[in-house]
């Protein structure tokens, strides 16, 4: 996995220059293998792969945060409430992809997060995906505040600030 700020694109190869273009505005960023498995009886990889990758992506993202805790929580942590994803171009092996992921909206109990998946082979975003987290008390079943140190480090690692929405 690569964290997308802590790459330096003036040693990438002119390809990977226009690739990292696409991702301006994305804090992190992973770099995934298409894997032969990940393609369906048509020869292209299938839609379902998409999700796992913004499962991963999600993670990653949390991880960057420094709230790893959330990944196990035994309170609060995060739970994927909706998600979609918009497929631009087919995907086929040999390639690997960069995921970029940004958080979008910071509501009171809720975020917004946007992935863009970009086929290094062909330099292209070949998917757009977006979906709503949501901060769960997983003891009382019920959403809870986003609590502050969260909103602070998300804003941080994005750079900007996030009105409440």
Known sequence: MNAGADRDDRKLPLGQLATSELLKGFPVVIDWPVQWGDQDALGHVNNTVYFRWCESARVAYLQRLGLAAWLNPTVLGPILAQIECNYKRQ?????????????????????SMEHAIVSNAQNAIVAESSSVIVVFNYQTQRPALI????????????????ADN
Do not use: W, Y
Not at 91 to 111: A, E, M, N, Q, Y
């Open 91 to 111: 995907l086929h092996f040999p390639d690997s992809v960069l995921i970029g992921t940004r958080i979008t909206r910071l509501g009171k109990t809720s975020l």
């Open 147 to 162: 609590p502050n140190e969260v909103r602070t480090a998300i804003e941080g690692l994005e750079g900007r600030m996030l």
